[in-house]
């Protein structure tokens, strides 16, 4: 091993192989059958389950525990799938502990929900593993889709479409389909690649063709593709990046989050990717918290998140808060980046303490230096080459109901949509819907 945690500037390799295989293992361990049974077995099965509502994709959560606790998983597998393709991939990312497990009675009774996601892992597990795929398609109807975005909300278009005998052409811009799951989501979150074999599972249905390398705006337009298809849904993410808008942005080892940990994702080798001694994330959500996490599993000495409000008002869970914590990232509330300091690469952040009134926050004056020779911008994407025919509302693609644009025969979804949550379930909810809404109108019922 060529450096350490406390070689300076971006460098790779500060740990040996086996250091970084050990951190970058599966976030949560899966259950096995017995450990299944014991946790399915802590479930009340409630009448009015309150984690129904609260999942977004609303699968019937008691009835997929109470086939796993009957020792039927293949079943319960095929609840979950019913209403969400993608619950592989949602099993291991979705923030649980702000859904289906928030609002599960044992957390309100015993601050112990029972453990739905774990649950939902190893059903969804049983049936990939063994390669079976639960839905056969409808007979052809005859009509073409066009689905641009192969992520979450696209997939999940695709496939309902798929089921229900409509011929699905996906376009993505990247050279693999799964959207952020295959680019964003943090590793040790979606190990063994588990995104690309997702996909691959999810096309045994038949009827759709994934195109990649192919970006709306590049080498297609919206014109052309309404021309040649019955309907189009845009399923495009949110490809933008905000700017800092601190002076000295442009010095080396400024860069942005979302393509640190696009990186990382698609390491073959986990000590090829540089990485700084003294990392600071800037921002407050869930890609903050990942390439704060991931920086330091790669052997960086100090990481510190910079969030602009209070604790309370991160959007990244007190769980995931806590989780980086116990990596040893450490938090720096209520400040914002002023200045980035350095001869050429950066050096160190100049930050300003900030006080809230209301929903404005003001500067106090106060300023502090932090040493710093990567800083990571997490402050939020945006939505970049959307068609100009369309409407947009607060920066995204205005939507009405499942999906409807401003353009006839135009639906969008997920993250490039307005309302929604940013989360991978929201998307695979959206794409779900959308494609119920395009069938109906393809078919006369819209
Ligand atoms: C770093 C990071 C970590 C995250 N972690 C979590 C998590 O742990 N849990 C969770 O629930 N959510 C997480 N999220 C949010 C979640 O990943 C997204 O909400 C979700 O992926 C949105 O799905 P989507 O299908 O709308 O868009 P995306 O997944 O972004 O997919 C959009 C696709 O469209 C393609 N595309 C873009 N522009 C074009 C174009 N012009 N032409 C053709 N193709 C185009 C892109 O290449 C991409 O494949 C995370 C997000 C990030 C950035
Ligand atoms: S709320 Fe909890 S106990 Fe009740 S059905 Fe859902 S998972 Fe089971």
């Known amino acids: 091993m060529s450096n350490s ?16 295989a050990e951190n970058f293992a599966d976030l949560h361990a899966p259950l096995d059958a017995h450990e299944a049974l014991v946790a399915a077995d802590r ?51 979705c923030p649980t502990e702000t859904l289906c497990e928030e609002a599960c009675v044992r ?22 593993a063994a390669g079976l795929h639960p839905f056969t398609r409808a007979e052809a109807t005859g009509k073409r889709i066009a689905v ?25 811009a990247r050279p693999k389909g799964g959207g952020l799951n295959e680019y964003g989501i943090a590793s040790y979150k979606s190990t063994n690649g588990f995104a690309a074999a997702e996909v691959e599972w999810l096309m045994q249905i038949g009827g759709i063709m994934l195109h990649t390398g192919k970006a709306l705006g590049r080498d297609l337009s919206l014109d052309g593709l309404r021309g040649d298809y019955d309907a189009v849904f845009l399923a495009m993410g949110l490809a933008g990046v905000n700017a800092l808008r601190a002076e000295g942005e442009g ?20 000590a090829a990717i540089p990485v700084g001694r003294n990392v ?15 920086s330091k599993l790669l052997g960086a000495e100090s990481v510190t998140v ?54 404005d926050l003001q500067g106090t004056g106060e300023m502090f230096d932090l040493p710093a020779d990567q800083i990571l911008k997490a402050i939020g994407q945006t ?26 025969g135009v639906w969008a979804g997920g993250d490039c949509a307005s309302g929604g949550e940013d989360l991978t379930v929201t998307a695979v909810a959206d794409g779900r819907d959308a494609a119920e809404d395009i069938h109906n109108a393809l078919i006369g019922k819209g």
């Open 5 to 20: 945690p406390f070689t300076s500037g971006i460098v790779p390799a500060r740990l040996d192989a086996p250091a970084l």
């Open 43 to 93: 479930c009340y099965f409630c009448h009015d389950a309150p984690c129904i509502t609260a999942c977004p994709t609303s699968i019937d959560i008691p009835l997929f525990i109470r086939q796993i606790a009957t020792g039927t998983p293949e079943a319960a597998a095929r609840t979950i799938f019913d209403q969400n393709i993608l619950g592989g991939m949602c099993a291991r990312v």
């Open 107 to 128: 957390e309100a009774a015993e601050g112990k929900p029972v453990l739905i996601g774990q649950l939902q892992r190893y059903a969804t597990d049983t049936v990939m």
């Open 148 to 172: 641009i975005g192969a992520g979450p909300a696209g997939l999940a278009c695709a496939h309902r479409l798929a089921m229900k005998g409509h011929d699905v052409d996906i376009f993505d």
């Open 251 to 270: 010095r080396d080892g400024v860069g942005d989050a979302v393509d640190f940990i696009a990186d990382l994702r698609q390491a073959e080798d986990l």
């Open 280 to 294: 600071v994330v800037i921002g407050g959500g869930m890609t903050a918290i990942d390439a704060a996490v991931q």
């Open 306 to 359: 910079v969030y602009r409000r209070g604790r309370e008002a991160m959007p990244a869970s007190r769980y995931e808060q806590d989780l980086a914590a116990s990596k040893g990232v450490r938090f720096i509330f209520n400040a914002v980046p002023v200045e980035v300091l350095g001869n050429g690469a950066a050096a160190a952040l100049r930050c300003e303490y900030t006080r809230a009134e209301g929903r």
């Open 383 to 408: 939505l970049q080459g959307a068609p100009e025919a369309l409407a947009l509302q607060g920066g995204k693609i205005a939507v009405n109901g499942p999906g409807r644009t401003s353009a006839n």
